[in-house]
């Protein structure tokens, strides 16, 4: 068991909402085996989309990228497309300044979770905090960012792009010991564990546990939020206190 020090990042849409300061978009809580982070936009990202395995590799030369969000505070985002677009439509109304009028923008609250796989356009909003999950992999591409000067890669956006509707829906969480699975992907599992007296977690396989509410002892070891701890399969780890973690397990593949 290791426990991960946080790495706050300055991004141009960054807030101040994860106590590092102002101006911080992101704090990375672990690397690997999967990235895990919490994001605090203060502005709209930008409207991007991750590639699959398949095209990375080919293209990139590297693996792809599939995420999740949990949703740590309530506000508006962009989950997919309005309805079914041609290649052709999406490329005019991003060099155009008229993408948005296709774009579903959702209302999520705390507690939400959404996949994003490969694929999935998507833009968090302002306020809109959330604890991110990852394969490890830094294959962005910008479809559109309100006219603000970073490079976009608009073709490369517009072969892996979805076009159309992506389901919202989540089958609901398996219950777990001493917690519940709130998703199941090839890649990660996004598991939930609640502490109230006392919690005990066994890794099924490589389980990266971030604290995000109240205050857990482990032994003598007192954690705050975003504490965020490693483990290997089969360690367990037993906690006291009142709070709640969340658990990223690593898969073949990730």
Known sequence: MRRLEPKPVARIWGGSGLGFGPGIGEVWLAEAPLLVKLLDPADWLSVQVHPPHEYALRVEGKPGKYEAWYVLSP????????????????????????????????????????????GTIHALGPGVRVYEVQTPSDLTYRLYDYGRPRELHLEKALDVAILEPTPLTLPPPEPVLGGERLLSTPFFDLLRYPLAGELRV??????LLTLLEGEARLGEEVMRPPATLLLEPGEEAVFRGEGLWLAALAKEGA
């Open 202 to 207: 066994r890794a099924e396989g490589p389980t």
């Open 75 to 118: 506000g508006e985002l962009v989950y997919g497309l309005a309805r079914p677009v041609s290649r052709e439509e999406l490329r005019e109304r991003a060099l155009a300044g008229t993408l948005e009028e296709v774009l579903r923008r959702v209302r999520v609250e705390p507690g939400q979770v959404l996949y994003l796989p490969a």
